[in-house]
Structures are given as structure tokens and as C-alpha cells.
């Protein structure tokens, strides 16, 4: 598709040209590392005269931000991808581009296969987005960037001061995954396992609190695995103790893990540090040996609720969650009860399930995929309708008890004026302040101060929850930490 040469705004006779600053739009799909992903792009174009908006018909740019962990996403980008193209033929200068993990794992063919599409790019080539673009727009040619970097030459993104007055925010402190497991893309869309130097995490968390950050997500796809491929480097407990000691910081937490890496050194962590919030997410993906054998987990159920006695030991009341997967291949309903009996035994406090499907070029993709959609469907159900329960036990468990809430920002339900309906439910009363408590449970906090909601983000309330709702607690402040 041929584009447009950029307009240049009109300059004043006694003045130079003052060009139009462009606009982008990013759409965000998937996890945590694409939510850091889509930062570090505004970051790298913002250092280009590029300005962020809400609203795609203004965009000058627009990337859709992917996942390809299940095949959702990609239905849902491809159903995206038609109405944007509508968009070009009233902005021939709009550039489109698909980034993230379907970008890494379509490569070119997306090229092939979407019309109107200009950009291809993997995330180890984020750093070039700005020239890829300028390029783009230069050179009115079409352009994938799926490259991996060497993990000797790799450079992480660098992450600019926030703007938006923040008080929760990611730290990416490595990236890929050396594990493999057969149902599992993200060794070949993410490549393998780079650590970012301790100092350089230490660093951006630094910045972050002097800039009004009060809580920091450590994110990889195996943080428990950290620094293993640097000799000298610290491991994941000790990355753990130095951000611990950064001051102004209230809070840590960190996502993902693999419990082959649990350590009794991460572990003792929790009891030990002040500020890591006691609540790990886990994966299992499954409660039984031979379908775990299937998913190269190198793990077993034994070893893994050895790991679930350990936290619960040193860390009464810790909040687990979990990753799990219905129907993979070979999938009996022997092997699902014995993840329903899992669900029963650990009482996560919220997990992610899924309904298998598989990913191109893994090995699992060669298997049979043997378990009918229709039982997929209803042992899916059958799990959520079971967490539901198990969930709703753990927010009542907090009826009537003082918990510890970092404050956010103003609750969602705020957006909709008193006495309106929103998504169904009755909102009245004042509005409310939101925050998590260290279990990673959302409070909200109803208040009449006006000036709250420009003086409690970022501070530690203590909060007595009076009541308990289907996906949050509701409670008072009785005072400050």
C-alpha cells in the first residue's frame, strides 16, 4: 500500500516551520510483558515528537500490541485489523503495524495476509520502532522486523520517567524462557532467557519511586530462573533483597514463576523481606502426573504441593494463584478430576484457566488434539464455577477484618454518575478510592473528602472491610501506616 508523504503544519512568514506532532495509538493485548512492551514503545516514540491518544480515528500510528500464548487474541486482532483498514482509506499517512508475540510467531506472512498492514515487529526489535517507522513513511515500502537479538548483544528497552502520576508499575528484569514446555510458544516468539543486570533494575526502580511509584511488578516469563545466564550475577532472592532496600518503596511484587526454580531462597524471601507482598503466582496447569509428563513440565504434583507447604509454613495467609489448562491432549477425565481435587487441596485465591489449543511449532501441536471442544467447554466451567466458590471463601474471609490498602486512584464505579446503572449494578453513594491490599485483593473505600482523590494515592491505609463483594472488598479507613 502506497503511503503519503507526512504534511508539514503552516509556519507564520516571520517564524520557522513548526511541525505537527504526531499521534499514536497502541491497543494492548495479553500480559503483563505486553502491558511493559507497550510503555517502552510510547517511551521510544515519545523521544520522537510522538503523542499518545485514546482515540484511534485521530492516530497517525496504530500498533496492536499481541499475544499469542491462545489463539483468542489473534481472532481478535485479525477482527481489529478490518476495521482499521477502513480508517486508511480516509488516512492514506496512517502507518499500521502488528507487534508482540503474533508478530514474532507470523512474521512476513502477515505481510501476505492483511492488506493495509506497513509493520511487522517482533519484541527484541522495539528499540528500532521509531526508525522503522520514519522509514515506512520515507520509503512508502512495507517492513518486518522479527529478529532476534543474541542474548550477548541484547540490549532491554530503556523506560522513561511516568507521567501519569502512577503509583503501581512493571519493571521487566528479564525476558524468555529456557523451559520449553510442548504447549508453551513463548520460547519461540520471546527467545531464550536473558537476564537485565541487577544494577539496571535497581536503577529504574529508583527512578520510579523519585517520579511517585510506590509498588513495583517484576516481570519475566521466569523470574525464578534470574540471573542464571550471567556469571556473577545475583539470583532471584538476592534481586528481591536489593530492591527490597530501595527507600520509598512500599511494596513488591513479581509474576511469573516456574516451580522447578521455587527455591528455598525465594521462598524465605517472603518471611523475610518487609516489602514483598505476600501473594505468588504459581502455574501448575494441571493436577495430574501424566498430562504434566505430556506439557514437559519437569515437574510433578508431589514436588509442586511440597513447594505450596513450604510458603504456607513460612508465610501463614499467603494468596496463591495459579495457571490452568482443560483438554490437552490425552486429557482423561481421570486426569481432570485430579485437577479439580488440586483446586480443592491448594484453595488458590484466584487463577487463569484456559481451554487448550495449540500453538504453532510446539511440539505439543504434533499431538493429537484429542479432547472434544464441547467437554473442553465444560470441564473449563466446571473449574471456574469451582474457583468461583474457592474465591468467594477467600474475600470472606476478610468480612470484618483491618487490612492494608495502597491507594491507587479513584474506582472504577466512579465513572458512572450516582443512581446510573453500570454493567448492571446500582451505583449510589459518594465515591470511592481504590487500592489493593497485600494479598492483591481490590479495596475500595468510599469517601465524601474531596481532596482524597489528589491526596491518598500512594499512601498505606489501614481499611476495615465491611463488606464483601463478588470480585473486591468494600470497607472504611480507620487511620494511616
Sequence with gaps: MTLGPATPAPAPAESPAVPLKRHVYIETMGCQMNVYDSDRMFDALTRHGYVQTENVELADLVLLNTCSIRDKVEHKMMSMLGSLRKLKAHNPDLVLGITGCVAQQEGERLLKRVPGLD?????????????LVAAIR?????????????????????????????????VTVMKGCNKVCSFCIVPFTRGREVSKPSADVVAEVEMLVRHGVREVMLL????????KDRAGELDFAGLLRAVDA???????????????DCTDALIDAFGDLKKLCPFFHLPIQSGSE???TGMRRAHGV????????????RVPGIALSTDIIVGFPGETEEDFTRTIELLERVRYASIYSFIYSPRPGTRAADLTDDVPDEIKK??????????????ADTLASFQGQVTEVLFEGPARVNQAAPNTRLGGVRLEGPPQMSGR?????????????????AEWPGRLGRVEIERVKAHSLLGKLIGWV
Excluded: C
Excluded at 247 to 257: A, E, K, Q
Design 246 to 260: 530501595i527507600d520509598g518503596l512500599h511494596r513488591i511484587r513479581f509474576m511469573t514463576s516456574h516451580p522447578m
Design 290 to 292: 501424566s498430562v504434566l
Design 378 to 391: 465444560e470441564r473449563l466451567a466446571r473449574v471456574q464455577a469451582l474457583q468461583d466458590r474457592i474465591t
Design 119 to 131: 509493520l511487522v515487529l517482533g519484541p527484541d526489535q522495539i528499540g528500532r520502532l521509531p526508525e
Design 437 to 453: 491490599n497485600p494479598q492483591n485483593l481490590k479495596v475500595n473505600v468510599p469517601t465524601t473528602d474531596a481532596a482524597a482523590f
Design 220 to 227: 519475566g516469563q521466569n523470574v525464578n530462573s534470574y540471573g
Design 138 to 170: 520515507a520509503e512508502q515500502h512495507r517492513t518486518s522486523a522479527i529478529e532476534f537479538v543474541h542474548r550477548r548483544n541484547y540490549v532491554f528497552p530503556e523506560a522513561l520517567p511516568p507521567q501519569d502520576g502512577r503509583v503501581a508499575a512493571m
Design 302 to 313: 508431589t514436588d509442586y504441593l511440597e513447594h505450596i507447604d513450604r510458603l504456607r509454613a
